[in-house]
């Protein structure tokens, strides 16, 4: 991997993490589009990193109002709200973690999920009404952003897709269901991080395996370089997001959706 494609990677997790398109479906096809190696473990582990800085730095204010508040009510709803928006994905995901890992791959089945998700998203975006903020979040919001946020464990449906499809159909506004859709990633980012770790000695072995000439000097400053890509258009997507469904919706992402999941079908 050159660090052009690392850069190049690393922009595609950082926006495709929030755009509700599909990160996993985008880095699985990429490859196969422009003839690259698969990424290794170690440079997948960076990425994420990348992005979960991304998340916890925009959200830095509202994190630390959690962790600070943990003694009121208010900070205890919040805290609660993350782990019930975040339970029900890890739960399955563990349970379930070989099928969704050997059965539920290939292009064609990232084709069909693209684009039912995003017919869905744009259903139900369209057919909302609520208008409640983010601060008015319930727990049985939580928990039904939660239950569809295990969704997104399908490659091709997207992990904030789910869970703003997910707030749009609990009575979320556009706005508040993407940044409740962003805060909630962190969790769920870091446990999928640790779960990479678990793999130590796969992970540092595909260190180098990432350097066109072997150099462990080289593979690092390719793992920082998708990172920090990560990082950038992570935090561009989650900020430009923000502005722009509430002015315009999320029809432009079901439209993307659906052509993307056409030429899938019809190239791969």
Known sequence: ??????ILYGAVQGLTEYLPVSSSAHLALLP????????????????????????LLYFRR??????????T???????????FATIPALLI?????????????GPQLIAVTLMVGGILLYVVDRLATGRRGFGEVESRDAWGVGLFQCLALVPG???????????????????????FSFFISAPVTAAAVANELRHWNELVSSVSAISPSGSQAEAILIL?????????FGWLAISGLIRLVSRVGFGVFAA?????????????
């Open 73 to 83: 009510a208010q900070g205890r709803k919040g805290t609660w709200n993350v782990v």
């Open 256 to 268: 993307y959706r659906v052509a993307l999941g056409i030429v899938v079908l019809y190239w791969l």
């Open 1 to 6: 991997m050159t660090l052009l494609e690392a």
């Open 93 to 105: 995901g563990a349970t379930f973690r070989h099928q969704i890992g050997t059965v539920l791959r």
């Open 32 to 55: 196969k589009f422009l003839g690259t190696q698969e990424m290794g473990l170690s440079f997948d582990v960076f990425l994420h990193l990348g992005t979960l800085a991304a998340t």
């Open 62 to 71: 509202e994190w630390l109002g959690l962790a600070t508040s943990l003694h």
């Open 157 to 179: 449906m997207s992990r904030s897709g789910s869970t703003i499809l997910g707030a749009r159909f609990m009575g979320l506004s556009r706005e508040s269901a993407a940044r």
């Open 224 to 232: 920082f370089a998708g990172a920090l890509s990560a990082f950038v």
